[in-house]
């Protein structure tokens, strides 16, 4: 594949996880990438190191920092000149009840938006400024099966952050269609990562599998595959559309 050569992609959360397959997939069908991560460097370099010599730029970023985005931003379009596509990808799943302390609730909420809708929201804002002076470019949001069917109780703010991210998604593909700016949401259900490995941990795996018709996880490949299809922008007239991922445990 060579969909993407030339093309500069930003891929948030890219130094393990669904992320990394993103980085890897996108860097073989001829993108330069741009990987996002939190604080492990080594993880990232890990990744980079897979890739073609020149292929990757790290930029490291705390997505709870209010000024993040707008940074993470600046150094991917200085990297090339540009950036085509944004990959919205890094997010947090953490529990929080209804019986956990109110302050503790509260900062679960507030810690969840904003790694998962606001600062999305932020890059989001700073991609389609740049893209309205390049005429056009991708965004894709990764979003989560949650987004429709809800979650459970301990994750309801997860729930709500990611029906934040489709309802954005869909609000830019209508708002900015005229700037030729394409965007779309992907929705896993279950994805075989560190983030699935903590549920699986505590529930156990029957209790994500016994609810999945094809009676598996998806591994991150089967997301990254979706995300690298997205950006070559052979699926300009799905813009607004949210892709599921979930084996048909969720069909909408
Ligand atoms: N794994 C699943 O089953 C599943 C299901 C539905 C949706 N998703 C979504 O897919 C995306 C990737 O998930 P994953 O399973 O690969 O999870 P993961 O925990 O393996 O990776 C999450 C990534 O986000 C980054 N990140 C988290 N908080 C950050 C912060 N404050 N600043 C900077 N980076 C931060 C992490 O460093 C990591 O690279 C997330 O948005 C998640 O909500 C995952």
Redesign the pocket.
Known sequence: MSDLDGKVVLV????????AACVRALAAAGASVVL?????RAAAEAVAAGLPTDACLLVE????SAS?PAAIWGDAVAWRGHVDVLVN?????EAAGIDADPDAWRRAWQRTLT??LVAPADLCREALGHFRTRGGGIIVN?????AFRGDTPDHMH?AAS?GGLVALTRSIARGFAADNVLAYGV?????R????EDFVRVHGEPAVTDDIPLGE?AT?DD?ANIVAFLASGKARHATGTTIDINGASYVR
Not at 36 to 40: K, Q
Request: proline share 5%; no cysteine.
């Open positions: 948030t959360g890219g130094s393990r996880g669904i992320g996002h991560y939190g604080h492990n970023g705390d997505l709870e993040a990808n890094a997010g947090i799943f790694v998962n990764i979003a989560s099966r949650a997860y990611k929705a896993p259900g279950f994805v990562t560190d983030m699935a996880m991150p997301v």
